[in-house]
């Protein structure tokens, strides 16, 4: 059973993310963590008075979020209602990010699946900051679903890669089961800079060959290209419904996704972006 968390600061934003996620996984039987987090206002504990009403702003606070988490499962239970998928509910006093690493290691989560909210509604910004920072730190794959992505089923995902991967990252388990689920086609594609494969990488190619063997699956080679022009130019000619990339810290995705103003490639993909985690960055 697939274990996904689902942060929610109850935007429209972040339930769009939650639809995605349960319409991804509808035939599969699933536990969804429904998560939100507070933290009320910094108060002042001078006094008893002020310690008393701190207590009580917590309660408040934890009482009209728990509510607002009733909403948000009878709504997804409402629209779907789905006998393969259990909820899980979680108010917590905590930092997000806090609460989603220690939910990786004391649930075994697979998955962490988020809205994106573009901070300030710029464009450029293609990932908030709480999804930035998941991506980051967290040990676990994440996809980022863009703020009004209606669900599409992703028959054609894209995977960029310079063939420079783990090829025992436990997390490529889930891309084959998004491909069989959705009985999408992959697309691997390997921007090319004159430089030939060499020995390491012509292996790490015919692994994911074999690995994939029973899902539709081409490789394709950008020339002359970066990482970013390579994406652009292969989603001017193909619709791709999902985007895929390895996080390995010495990569061009630290570089792609870092950068105060995102670089064009995300600016332009309005589409859902799943990154998962090198098994270097794993062992961190």
């Given at each position: ?5 689902l ?11 939650i639809?995605?996620?349960?319409q991804l ?5 699933c536990e ?10 910094a108060y002042?504990?001078?006094s ?6 701190a207590?009580?702003l917590q309660r408040v606070?934890k ?5 607002e ?6 709504t997804?239970?409402s629209?779907?209602n789905?006998s393969?998928?259990?909820?899980i509910k979680?108010v917590?006093?905590n930092?997000?990010?806090?609460e989603?690493?220690?939910?990786v290691?004391t649930?075994?989560i697979?998955l962490?699946v ?6 300030t509604?710029a464009q450029?910004i293609?990932l908030?900051t709480?999804t930035m ?5 967290v ?7 863009p703020?009004g992505?209606g669900?599409?089923?992703p028959?054609?995902?894209l ?10 990252n436990?997390y490529?388990?889930?891309l084959?089961?998004i491909?069989?689920l959705q ?12 430089e030939?494969l060499?020995?390491?990488q012509k292996?790490?190619k ?7 063997k029973?899902?539709a699956h081409?490789f394709?080679?950008?020339d002359d ?8 130019k292969f989603?001017?000619k193909h619709k ?5 990339m390895i996080h390995?810290r010495?990569?061009?995705f630290?570089n792609l996704i ?5 670089n ?15 098994e ?5």
């Open positions: 059973m697939r274990r996904i968390l942060p929610t600061d109850f935007s429209e934003n972040a339930m769009n993310a639809r995605y996620a349960v996984f509808k035939n599969s039987s969804f963590y429904l998560l939100h987090t507070y933290t009320p206002a002042n504990v001078g008893m008075a002020d310690s008393y009403s207590l009580e606070t009482e009209n979020a728990e509510r988490m009733d909403e948000v499962e009878e997804i239970r629209e779907f789905n393969n998928h259990h909820f979680l917590t006093f930092l997000l990010i806090h989603i690493q220690d939910l290691e649930k075994g697979d962490i988020m809205g994106t909210q573009g901070a509604g450029e293609f908030g709480h920072y998941a991506i980051k730190k040990n676990c794959p994440v996809i980022a679903v703020s992505f669900f599409e089923p028959k054609e995902i995977f960029p890669t310079d063939y420079r991967l783990s090829t025992s436990p490529l388990s889930l084959r089961e491909c069989d009985l999408a086609r992959l697309n691997i594609l390997n921007a090319y800079y004159g030939p060499n020995n390491e292996q790490v015919a692994y994911l060959d074999a690995y994939f029973d899902n081409l394709h080679i950008a290209t970066d990482v970013v022009g390579a994406i652009e989603q001017t791709i419904n999902l985007l895929v390995n010495h990569n061009f630290e870092f950068k105060p103003v995102i064009e490639i995300v600016y332009h993909t309005k589409i859902p972006f799943l990154v998962i985690p090198s270097e960055r794993m062992m961190h």
